[in-house]
Each structure stands twice: as C-alpha cells, then as structure tokens.
C-alpha cells in the first residue's frame, strides 16, 4: 500500500504550543461528520439602549444592594461578588499530606463597565470609545499591579451566556491576585526559557537584555510568510491579529501581538499605540460578529508583565521577557447556535480541533470590517 503524501488539511496531525508546552490534534477529516448535538439559543441582538433590570445600567441597584453610578463612558467598581478576598487573610493549615497543600490567596476583582448603553459591545463601540476601555484597563492595572501583597493583575471580557456570562451588558473583569497564575505562570516560564536558550539569527525584534523573544520571531515569521501561511486574518501599523498555528478554539485568535518592536505591557503603549489597539480590536469582534451574523461569543484576556513596572525603575528587569499579547477564546464551530465542546478526549488526553487554523483564518479574513448590523 502506498503513503499518499501528506495534506495538514486532510490528513490528522499534532501542533505543538510552545507558550504552553502542549500540543494540539488537528482533525480536519471531521468537518464532514453530521451534526446531532446541542444547539443553542441565538444570542440577543435586539437588546434594549437601557434595561430597567440590568444592574450595569446607569443608575441602577446591583445584585448586592449597592447602586451603579451614573456615567457616561466608562465606569469601575469593586465586584459585589469577588472570587478572591482582600488581605490580610488566615494562614494556610497545615497540610494532613504532602500531597495536600493550601496555598492561600488574596486579592480583588474589579469590574469595568465599557458603555452606558445596554445594547452595544466592542464591536459596536467607535474606536474612541474603546480607546477609553484601554485608558481604564492601563489605570487598573497600575492601580491594582502597585498594591501591595499583588502579584498578578489578569485583565479579561466573557462575552455571551454560553461563555458563562451572566448580563449582556458590555463589561469585563479585573482580577488581581497575590500569586501569579497557572497559565501566565506558564507562558512566562517557557518565554523565559526560550531567551535563554535561543540564539536569534533573524531580523525580529529583540527582548530584554538583546535577547530572543518567542512571541517577537513567531510573529515576524508569520507576517514574512503571512501570503503564504494564510493564518494572519488582519494587521494594521503597529499590531497582527492571526490564528495560531497551535489554536485550540475553532476560531481561536492570538491578536494582536504588538510586531515591530518588544513591548512588555499596556503601559509601554504609545497613545498611537493604543489607537492602533482600539483599530485592531475593533476589526476582529466585527469579524467574529460577520461569520455567523450574531453577536459572537468569547472569552478574551490579556496577556503581560504579571505586574508594571515600579515607579521610577530604569532598564530591562526579567519580567520584561513577557510579550503583550491577547487570547481570544471563542466556542462557535459551525453557526451562530452549534458550539465546540472540549471534553471527552480534550479532557482525558489532549486538545482536539477538526477545522484547521489556516482555514479558519481564511474564513475570518472573508468577513467585512463593516458590522452586519451597519449593512443597509
């Protein structure tokens, strides 16, 4: 029997994920398998400009009793409801087995109010009210990164119910935490681990100390290759939005690497920068919104320096060898109401993925910049 040779977009084959040290199985045969699971209810697209009912709504009494300021742009307050609690907390107890440890944590949850108006999301908002959104994560995360006992501040948006967010309300989350947790623990280590060991012979921006930067040749590769590849769905002056070669979620995007020079956090941002941000940021939740005519659901989270840089501090520092980027993690496979579920195999074994991230990024690249609910 003769081997065929071999197609990624035929055939089953593994990626690897060097941020995390895992790999992923690509299966792009399953495309063609029916479908007879779930399917979910459409997400709304006719909500109301203001809800009496909504407790992010200006004015408004929360789920605790307190009441939502009323603003006109952005808004920040403390999470009635935080998963982690402010210190000083108790001591740990001591461990009955050394395969039993507690690890206390304290902390605080923010949320951030995007917009006033109940019925929009960033890919409805205009570029200078994202913009804002960026000035606010910037200032909670030099509020919150500079308290002391923090060690990590995760900055992050649920997007739709079945992403498990509970108010439509255009709003994200802040989360700082005295530990540095598992997954930028880990793409820091691996970040960490690839300056010191990688001799760079490429033109790609340099980290810290001159030092190669995973996250700055990935992304200098793939622009190079970008006709090529076909896994790049946008890109403007200072920022890439593509799938990754190892995505996990169907539509997976990694936006939006900063690629023409190695920038640590938010804060390194020029307000040029930043603009390019809101642009970038803009183009893919209108695309995701173009390919099942819905609102797109996601989760997306923000990638840094688990904490800035210290006031007054001069030079590079090893947290430096951090590279700001985003994770956009959203579960629709097939249409606006049939979702990817990880579980079975992805739960007991390893990641699995039947559309290819070249077509998904071909599909995305498809989609217009101009939201559907803008089409007349």
């Known amino acids: 029997m003769s081997k065929s040779q071999f197609d990624p977009a035929t055939h089953p084959h593994r990626r690897f994920n060097p941020l995390t040290n895992e790999h ?3 299966s792009p045969h399953r495309n063609k398998r029916p479908w007879l699971g779930q399917v979910e209810p459409p997400q709304p697209s006719n909500l109301p400009q203001y809800d009496p009912n909504c407790y992010l709504c200006p004015g408004n009494t929360r789920a605790g009793g307190r009441k939502t300021d009323i603003y006109n742009d952005t808004l920040i307050f403390e999470n009635d409801f935080a998963a982690v609690l402010p210190p000083p907390g108790p001591a740990a107890p001591s461990a009955p087995h050394p395969l039993l ?7 605080g949850c923010d949320v951030l109010i995007f917009h006033p108006r109940h019925d929009l999301t960033l890919a409805r908002l205009s570029l200078p009210d994202i913009r804002k959104v960026i000035d606010e994560w910037c200032k909670i995360y030099l509020q919150r990164g500079r308290e002391e006992g923090i060690a990590y ?3 992050f948006e649920n997007k739709g119910a079945m992403m498990g967010c509970s108010n439509p309300h255009p709003h994200g989350q802040v989360w700082s935490l005295s ?3 598992t997954l930028p623990a880990t793409e820091i280590k691996n970040l960490k681990n690839y300056a010191l060991t990688t001799t760079l012979e490429s033109s790609a921006p340099r980290g810290p100390y001159g030092r190669a930067c995973m996250l700055c040749e990935y992304v200098h590769f793939e622009v190079g290759v970008e006709s090529e590849s076909g896994r790049v769905v946008t890109k403007n002056e200072h920022w890439v939005a593509l799938v ?3 995505a996990v979620w169907p539509f997976e995007i990694l936006p939006v690497l900063p690629y023409k020079r190695h920038i640590s956090s938010i804060t390194s941002l020029t307000d040029e920068g930043k603009d390019s941000f809101a642009q970038i940021l803009s183009t893919v939740t209108k695309r995701y919104d173009n390919l099942f005519a819905c609102s797109f659901a996601y989760s997306m989270g923000i990638h840094q320096r688990p904490l800035p840089r210290p006031e007054g501090s001069e030079g590079e520092d090893e947290d430096d060898v951090a590279h700001l980027h985003l994770h956009f993690a959203p579960p629709l496979l097939r249409s606006a109401s049939v979702r ?3 579980v079975g195999f992805e739960l007991m074994a390893e990641p699995q993925r039947d559309l290819t991230p070249e077509q998904a990024a071909q ?4 989609c217009s910049d101009v939201h559907y609910l803008d089409v007349d």
């Open 340 to 342: 990817k579920f990880l």
């Open 179 to 181: 530990i540095v947790p």
């Open 101 to 107: 440890q507690t690890e206390p944590v304290q902390g």
């Open 244 to 246: 990754p070669w190892w």
């Open 363 to 366: 599909r995305l690249r498809s």
């Open 153 to 155: 501040v995760q900055i």
């Open 24 to 26: 992923v199985l690509v």
